[in-house]
């Protein structure tokens, strides 16, 4: 079994920084990629950005591209979301996720953490 645990969340308001971070613990050698998702008031939870935890390959949704940046910190089995440039469309709550190898989809998932930016 793997835990998440996100930490980081808060408010900023428009144009500000914040930094999440994913801490991972249990199994997480057999870990493939992890991920970010956010999910708005309202609406379904969507793919935000997701780097492979060996090759360190990065993916990230077109409206985020350029503003966030994901990394991990495979000695420390951590996983950061750098947010920069925030919008007030960027306000969710955001989730880690896990994806463990021979497994089609992401099956851990944190406890989410909200993000809030004010105009």
């Known amino acids: 079994q793997v835990q998440l645990v996100e930490s980081g969340g808060g408010q900023v308001q428009t144009g500000g920084s914040l930094r999440l971070s994913c801490a991972a613990s249990?199994?997480?050698?057999?870990?493939?990629?992890m991920g970010w998702f956010r999910q708005a008031p309202g609406k379904e939870r969507d793919f935000v950005a997701a780097i492979t935890w060996n090759a360190g390959n990065t993916y990230y949704v077109d409206s985020v591209k350029g503003r966030f940046t994901i990394s991990r910190d495979n000695a420390k089995n951590t996983v950061t979301l750098q947010m920069n440039s925030l919008k007030p469309e960027d306000t969710a709550v955001y989730y880690c996720a896990l994806q463990m190898l021979g497994r089609p989809d992401y099956d851990h998932w944190g406890q989410g953490t909200q993000v809030t930016v004010s105009s």
């Open positions: 249990g199994r997480t050698f057999s870990s493939y990629r």
